[in-house]
């Protein structure tokens, strides 16, 4: 079974600085896609960013970017120019691809409560 | 638009007790999901519709179902709740079905089992 491990529970930047957020996954697949969803106090989980695992490129949404180590299965999230509004739970996820059966559920990591100091 | 909204959110039931959670999808997303996330942890997969049908289940037992109907909206319902069963209930819609059809969530419907 797919497992998707975040080793910091918490983590600290302070504004205006760079932050990376660790996420380690275990798969036999060999496509599919990883995500990075954020989730303020409201508890809505956004979308930040995702990357499909055929993709070598790593994905980047502005101030977010990952770096993408498929044969390392790790996929970390670097937040630039960090925010006060960037301060949630960010958890990291995997979904494996459709080939005609189940969409593939997501599967979470533990998440990391990422704050920002002014 | 209005994204996915769900009803109630916040509920307090007690052990035994049976609860219905509702979710409404994104105009015009057919596939619904549902998710619970206990606190300090991620959230766990429970079901998938798409078109009124189950196209996935998660390790939940089977005092949980849920159904979608035909205007894609979809209910959760819990039976014989347990103190375990509290948690956030998340529900998200995409417009598809696919792996590749981004994933939108609900604010989630809070759960309290007393």
């Known amino acids: 079974a797919q497992t998707v491990t975040q080793s910091q529970p918490e983590m600290s930047v302070q504004e205006a600085e760079t932050v990376t957020l660790s996420c380690t996954y275990d798969?036999?697949?060999?496509?599919?896609?990883l995500f990075w969803y954020k989730q303020p106090p409201s508890r809505q989980m956004i979308l930040v960013i995702r990357?499909?695992?055929?993709?070598?490129q790593n994905a980047t949404e502005n101030r977010f970017s990952v770096n993408f180590q498929k044969a390392a299965k790790s996929f970390s999230l670097k937040i630039s120019d960090s925010q006060l509004g960037d301060a949630a739970m960010y958890f990291c996820?995997?979904?494996?691809?459709?080939?005609?059966?189940?969409?593939?559920?997501?599967?979470f990591g533990k998440g990391t409560k990422l704050s920002v100091k002014p | 638009d209005a994204g996915v909204t769900q009803s109630p959110t916040h509920l307090i039931k007690t052990r035994g007790q049976h609860v219905t959670l509702r979710c409404s999808p994104i105009?015009?997303?057919?596939?619904v999901s549902w998710y619970q996330q206990v606190l300090g942890q991620g959230p766990q997969f429970i079901f998938q519709?798409?078109?009124?049908?189950?196209?996935g289940r998660g390790n939940f037992p089977d005092r949980f179902s849920a159904r979608q109907f035909p205007n894609y909206s979809s209910e959760l319902n819990v039976n014989a709740l347990l103190l375990g069963d509290s948690a956030l209930y998340l529900c998200?819609?995409?417009?598809?079905f696919g792996a590749g059809n981004t994933i939108y969530f609900g604010e989630g419907s809070w759960l309290t089992v007393v």
């Open positions: 990357q499909e695992a055929y993709k070598q």
């Open positions: 519709y798409y078109e009124k049908e189950e196209r």
């Open positions: 996820a995997y979904r494996e691809m459709n080939y005609g059966g189940s969409q593939g559920n997501l599967i």
């Open positions: 798969t036999s697949e060999s496509d599919y896609y």
């Open positions: 105009s015009g997303h057919k596939s």
């Open positions: 998200a819609s995409s417009l598809a």
